[in-house]
């Protein structure tokens, strides 16, 4: 019975012990690493492309849909790494303003108008409306604006500007 019961006791130790460990992967400095190489990832993993062949003047329609749709799943992701307590307060490397999170509403309003601009071009690529396709850039454009200026070291409404 008592060898039992030390058994026990040793894997609920195991499992704290596992349990600590999780945390301290999710801590805030990783966490806003998981963000900025997000972040980072958006031009020219998505929507560099989407960029390229709308100037062209004769959009590749499938590589405008295809794109829109993985750039909105990774916009998604990214809208998920920035729980509170994240902040410069936390993580001084973090280029991310309070107001994210005094202005929450504000801040989420920012990711859907960019998920729903992405949906809309992937969209109207889709039905093959290139004129739409044109329109919807300019727009989509924005929509990283709304955070924090178009080059990378600019700041904003919700990024500080690089020092
Ligand atoms: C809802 C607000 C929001 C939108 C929309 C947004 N960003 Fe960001 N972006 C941020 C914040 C906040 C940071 C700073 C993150 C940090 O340092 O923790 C950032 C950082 C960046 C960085 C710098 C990464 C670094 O290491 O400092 C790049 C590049 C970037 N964003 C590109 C884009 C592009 C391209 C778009 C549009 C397709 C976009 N962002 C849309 C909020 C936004």
Not at 54 to 63: A, E, F, K, M, Q
Request: hydrophobic share 40%; proline share 5%; net charge positive.
């Amino acid at each position: 019975m008592i060898r039992v019961v030390s058994a026990l006791s040793a894997t609920a130790i195991l499992l704290v012990a596992g349990a600590q460990t999780s945390v301290a992967q999710t801590a805030p400095a990783q966490i806003v690493k998981e963000r900025q190489d997000a972040m980072k990832k958006m031009w020219p993993g998505y929507y560099k492309d989407i960029a390229t062949t709308v100037r062209s003047g004769s959009p590749d329609l499938t590589v405008v849909a295809t794109k829109a749709v993985q750039a909105s799943a990774h916009v998604k992701e990214t809208a998920q790494l920035f729980p509170p307590g994240t902040g410069r307060d936390v993580v001084p490397t973090t280029r991310a303003k309070p107001e994210i999170w005094t202005q929450r509403a504000d801040f989420e309003a920012a990711l859907t108008a960019l998920i729903d601009a992405t949906n809309a071009i992937g969209d109207d690529a889709k039905k093959g409306d290139v004129e739409k396709v044109k329109a919807d850039w300019t727009n989509l454009a924005k929509a990283c604006g709304t955070c924090h200026g178009g080059p990378e070291k600019s700041g904003g409404k919700f990024r500080f500007e690089e020092d």
